[in-house]
């Protein structure tokens, strides 16, 4: 199966920046490539679903955000490292979460919580 390892979490203060990274390593056990998957980040807050956050596509200029982070959050990979990013700038209290970097083989299933594979987490505290 595919192992992502995530890294870049942190505190912040309200109005800072952190850039969370995600390596992905393995195969898949459907035999596609990585780079033939979507890559994405949720986010669960105490007492809070898991909300999608951000995905791209690996071999396409394809992204999607979450209303509540458009204009402030950038996804981005490279796809000579399996590497999925996400550039968060302007971030608030309400953005403290556990960030979780997850593929899966189509976009669409990917941003609708139909998930192959999710990273272990890593938190994000953002204080007032």
């Known amino acids: 199966q595919i192992q992502l390892a995530e890294s870049g979490g942190g505190l912040v203060q309200a109005g800072g920046s952190l850039r969370l990274s995600c390596v992905a390593s393995?195969?898949?056990?459907?035999?596609?490539?990585?780079?033939?998957?979507?890559m994405g980040w949720f986010r669960q807050a105490p007492g809070k679903e898991r909300e999608f956050v951000a995905s791209?596509?690996?071999?396409?200029?394809?992204?999607h955000y979450s209303p509540s982070v458009q204009g402030r959050f950038t996804v981005s990979r490279d796809s000579n490292k399996n590497t999925l990013y996400l550039q968060m700038n302007a971030l608030k209290p309400e953005d403290t979460a556990v960030y979780y970097c997850?593929?899966?083989?189509?976009?669409?299933?990917?941003?609708?919580?139909?998930?192959?594979?999710w990273g272990q987490g890593t938190q994000v505290t953002v204080s007032s």
């Open positions: 997850a593929v899966a083989l189509y976009s669409d299933y990917l941003r609708r919580g139909a998930v192959d594979y």
């Open positions: 393995g195969h898949s056990v459907s035999g596609h490539a990585i780079s033939d998957h979507a």
């Open positions: 791209t596509a690996w071999v396409a200029d394809y992204r």
